[in-house]
């Protein structure tokens, strides 16, 4: 069972909003996730937060094996600082 830390889509059409969640390399963009670690707003305005994410459990997905996907480590990065 190959895990990933990945992008799952919600939200209306031309108003995206992502999750960011542990899934199985084999389910679907949108399919069942393991655990959801945070959120992803790309058009946050305001005060709104862009990026939120719980640090602590994506390091532990990582300890057990989980790859990151390229959009999920820059937004783990931005959520560290």
Not at 10 to 25: D, F, L, Q
Not at 44 to 65: C, F, I, P
Not at 67 to 78: F, P, Y
């Given at each position: 069972?190959?895990?990933?830390?990945?992008?799952?889509?919600?939200?209306?059409?031309?108003?995206?909003?992502?999750?960011?969640?542990?899934?199985?390399?084999?389910?679907?963009?949108?399919?069942?996730?393991?655990?959801?670690?945070?959120?992803?707003?790309?058009?946050?305005?305001?005060?709104?937060?862009?990026v939120k994410?719980?640090?602590?459990?994506?390091?532990?997905?990582?300890?057990?094996?989980?790859?990151?996907?390229?959009?999920?480590?820059?937004?783990?990065k931005v959520?560290?600082?």
């Amino acid at each position: 069972m190959a895990l990933k830390i990945r992008l799952q889509r919600y939200g209306a059409k031309h108003n995206p909003t992502y999750r960011v969640v542990v899934a199985e390399a084999s389910m679907r963009r949108d399919g069942r996730s393991v655990e959801v670690l945070g959120y992803y707003n790309p058009i946050a305005k305001g005060n709104t937060e862009k990026v939120k994410m719980n640090v602590e459990r994506a390091d532990y997905w990582l300890s057990q094996g989980a790859q990151l996907t390229d959009t999920a480590r820059h937004l783990l990065k931005v959520s560290r600082k």
